[in-house]
């Protein structure tokens, strides 16, 4: 089984639609969790952490279920600008280096 | 700019060739990372400082590769005899350890990566 593991789409959404992305892990020794934006042939920028209690920032709302080793980040009325690869990411805690689901492709369309 | 920055964007090189590439930090961070992306892949962790330290390294991470950080700042990330599978983006990323950050301190920020093709 991947360390992490993200449906790779790619999503076609209309814009103005709300899209969802799910991820899991398997390493339940993991204690950060983030979501990264890719843009094509550019490095990953980091979108926004997720914390236990889940969090948002703006149209972005991120979840974390430790239980079920489950992540998800769900994007409230899509913009064109939001098309991107959107990438789950994990850390073993401490500093250890990132370990990147491959990256679900997101196309919102006009 | 005052983001991480990398050097060169772009490398070719012919199969067996020894090839070194660049990474400048943010400033304050402590930490720096190296990161191996292919097509379709996210991005793979090979190495990470803390201070000059090197304190991890990947089993990716062949005896053809090796990487630095002498004062603790900048890094380079030399690859020797290279192949064609070493045919990649090459990424670094920085972040400022420490717990006073909260649960996620570990926030890596990238640069824009070179990318090196192996003819």
């Known amino acids: 089984r991947k360390e992490v593991e993200q449906d790779p789409g790619p999503l076609n959404v209309p814009e103005g639609a709300t899209v969802a992305f799910n991820c899991t892990y398997s390493?339940?020794?993991?204690?950060?969790f983030f979501w990264y934006r890719q843009d094509c042939r550019k490095e990953p920028k980091l979108l926004m952490s997720?914390?236990?209690s889940g969090n948002e920032d703006g149209r972005f709302t991120a979840q974390l279920n430790r239980a079920s080793q489950y992540i998800s980040l769900l994007i409230r009325d899509s913009k064109l600008s939001d098309s991107a690869t959107y990438l789950c990411?994990?850390?073993?805690?401490?500093?250890?280096?990132?370990?990147f689901g491959k990256g679900t492709h997101l196309i919102i369309q006009p | 700019d005052t983001g991480v920055s990398q050097d060169p964007r772009h490398k070719i090189t012919k199969r067996g060739q020894n090839v070194t590439f660049r990474c400048d930090p943010i400033?304050?961070?402590?930490?720096l990372y190296w990161y191996r992306q292919t097509l379709g892949q996210g991005p793979e962790f090979l190495t990470y400082?803390?201070?000059?330290?090197?304190?991890?390294k990947s089993r990716l991470l062949s005896d053809r590769f090796s990487a630095e950080r002498p004062k603790g700042s900048f890094s380079t990330l030399e690859i020797q005899r290279t192949e064609q599978g070493d045919s990649a983006m090459y990424l670094c990323?920085?972040?400022?350890?420490?717990?006073?950050?909260?649960?996620?301190?570990?926030?890596?920020?990238f640069g824009p990566g070179t990318r090196l093709t192996v003819l």
């Open positions: 990323a920085s972040s400022l350890g420490g717990p006073q950050r909260g649960a996620n301190y570990n926030e890596q920020f």
């Open positions: 390493n339940s020794a993991s204690q950060s």
């Open positions: 997720v914390y236990s």
């Open positions: 990411v994990v850390n073993r805690g401490g500093a250890d280096g990132l370990t």
């Open positions: 400033s304050e961070h402590n930490r």
């Open positions: 400082f803390q201070n000059e330290a090197q304190l991890e």
